[in-house]
């Protein structure tokens, strides 16, 4: 698989964070208003993927263990567009790796970015870098170094230890948790710098693929 190829079939089954500069909790995916449509609590929308392939494969291709992380930025609602994007892939891929986890977060091979691609105008760029992912119960963290810390905690629950799961809010998973962000929840790169600590978080596992 080369660069310029997308796979046939892929599914991947792992967990994705992400953190934006809204307060909690995010208008884009719960107001009175359709998804993605109201207006973010700062104006333009900064927010941060992190993603974690615990098992995958695109085609013949094996994923297992990879990373990457998406960052999008909008003027204004998300679902008016005039997105602008950065993607980075784990430098532990190798290149018939890299082509396919490209293709996936790119939406170039369908699932579920692939909903959302039509709504990006600038691709910044797409680098291969060191990713450093962490799970540990209700924390979320990713690191690039030199260019994004991000990890977000569950919100405080009713239930002491517990999280706060809502269903049928996001594209990229039926169920999610509240969650916000740790200090420290930065990005610089493109010439841009974001520092979302203590705004609006969300985590969850996914199961992803490109089968009808």
């Not at 939406?107 to 870098?129: D, E």
């Not at 799961?165 to 974001?194: L, R």
Request: net charge negative; proline share 7%.
């Amino acid at each position: 698989m080369s660069a310029s190829q997308t796979p046939g079939h892929w599914q991947i089954e792992g967990d994705y964070f992400e953190s934006c500069n809204c307060d909690v909790v995010c208008p884009c995916l719960f107001s009175t208003a359709p998804s993605l449509t109201s207006q973010p609590t700062q104006g333009a929308c900064e927010v941060a993927f992190g993603f974690h392939v615990e098992r995958g494969r695109a085609d013949e291709v094996s994923l297992d263990g990879l990373n990457a992380a998406l960052i999008a930025r909008t003027p204004g609602a998300m679902g008016a567009g005039d997105w602008s994007v950065a993607l980075y892939l784990d430098e532990r891929a190798d290149e018939r790796q890299r082509a396919a986890l490209q293709a996936i977060f790119t939406g170039a091979a369908g699932g579920p970015v692939a909903n959302l691609a039509p709504l990006i105008s600038t691709v910044l760029g797409v680098k291969t870098v060191p990713l450093t992912w962490h799970k540990e119960g209700k924390q979320r963290a990713i690191e690039i170094p030199n260019i994004l810390h991000m990890g977000v905690h569950a919100a405080p629950a009713l239930v002491p230890d517990a999280e706060i799961w809502a269903s049928n809010a996001h594209p990229f998973a039926p169920n999610i948790a509240m969650a916000s962000g740790d200090e420290g929840n930065t990005w610089a790169d493109y010439g841009m710098h974001w520092d979302n600590s203590g705004k609006n978080g969300h985590y969850a596992p996914i199961r992803w693929s490109n089968a009808a």
